[in-house]
């Protein structure tokens, strides 16, 4: 099956700098690539997602980057406030549409 | 909107009892739900793949007489924990895929489920 692998699990940033989380997957299936947000006690908000026809998607202060030859994916944050702090997750999927998820990145922006 | 709701959102219960957890698509139809397991810290499990109308896919592991899956219409979907142990003390998150839409899934508020 896939196997996402998350890194890194902590990250703290100043106010108004940039975040990056890497992402590697195992399956050369895979197709959909989802990155998730979560803050404590909710479910999961999608954030972005990036489809393995296209190698960049971009909304405001977030972008995606996806590189199938080398099968990883990455999360760029810009400009990064106190509430992008939370716990984000990559995902991905195959045409069976079964999301496996990394680990995890906790985020901490500092005012 | 792609709005999923799930209820209750938390629910304490003794031993040996069983709990029925609901996720709804409160504003489309999804053919297909599924249902995630996250323990403190740690990211999400599948559990089951539910579909509209037919038997759930549970992934391995995961004991599908003690996780009961119903998914009656295209706007809900109900997982039943029969015999609760503490060992069974999580939090379970439901997501839903549109009707005929792409792979994106929806995910719920999760339901916090605490057995004494």
């Known amino acids: 099956g896939e196997n996402v692998e998350q890194h890194p699990s902590t990250l703290s940033v100043q106010e108004g700098d940039s975040a990056v989380i890497k992402c590697t997957y195992s399956d050369s299936a895979s197709n959909y690539f989802p990155w998730y947000k979560q803050e404590l006690g909710k479910g999961p908000q999608l954030i972005i997602d990036?489809?393995?026809?296209?190698g960049e998607k971009k909304d405001q202060r977030i972008a995606v980057t996806l590189n199938k030859t080398a099968k990883h994916f990455s999360l760029h944050i810009t400009e990064t406030q106190p509430e992008d702090s939370a716990v984000y997750f990559c995902?991905?999927?195959?045409?069976?549409?079964?999301?496996?998820f990394g680990a995890g990145t906790t985020v901490t922006v500092r005012a | 909107g792609a709005v999923v709701s799930q209820h209750p959102s938390r629910v304490i219960c003794k031993s040996g009892t069983s709990v029925k957890i609901e996720c709804r698509s409160l504003d489309f139809q999804a053919t297909t739900m599924f249902w995630y397991r996250q323990f403190p810290k740690q990211s999400l499990m599948l559990m089951a793949t539910?579909?509209?109308?037919?038997?759930?896919?549970?992934e391995q592991g995961v004991e599908k007489d003690k996780f009961l899956i119903n998914h009656a219409s295209l706007t809900l979907s109900t997982l039943t924990v029969t015999s609760a142990h503490p060992e069974d003390s999580s939090f379970y998150i439901c997501?839903?895929?549109?009707?005929?839409?792409?792979?994106?899934?929806?995910f719920g508020p999760g339901t916090r489920l605490t057995v004494l």
């Open positions: 539910s579909n509209e109308g037919s038997k759930a896919t549970y």
């Open positions: 995902a991905a999927s195959s045409n069976d549409y079964k999301l496996s």
């Open positions: 990036i489809r393995s026809n296209v």
């Open positions: 997501s839903a895929r549109k009707q005929g839409g792409p792979d994106t899934q929806y």
